[in-house]
């Protein structure tokens, strides 16, 4: 059996980055490191709305207030707000395609 060796050239490989591995990390400080890393690479694009709209789930998700609540009870309280359950269940999942296809695009090699 050949060996596969895969070089990423000193880049995050965007498949290890998804809304899911951003909602688990564990420390404060690199989660808004990245949150503000994210939102400044897409704020000039145009296409990058739905982009920007999982962003602000996501950092919605992550609220203080609502920490150690469950998945379904944080929906309930963000469904108030107009987040619609699709897009939270997809972005938790980690397999919302406007978030994972525009993630593509951005510079991972600069990805703190």
Request: hydrophobic share 40%.
């Amino acid at each position: 059996m050949s060996e596969l060796l895969v070089k990423l050239g000193g880049r995050v490989a965007p498949a290890f980055v998804t809304s899911r591995t951003l909602l688990d990390t564990a420390d404060r400080d690199l989660f808004d490191r990245r949150m503000t890393w994210l939102l400044a690479h897409s704020e000039a694009d145009p296409r990058a709305n739905s982009f920007r709209e999982a962003i602000q789930i996501i950092i919605a998700l992550r609220r203080p207030e609502l920490d150690g609540l469950t998945f379904e009870r944080k929906k309930e309280i963000l469904r108030k707000e107009r987040i619609s359950d699709s897009r939270m269940e997809k972005i938790h999942a980690g397999v919302y395609p406007a978030f994972n296809n525009y993630l593509r695009q951005l510079p991972m090699h600069e990805f703190p």
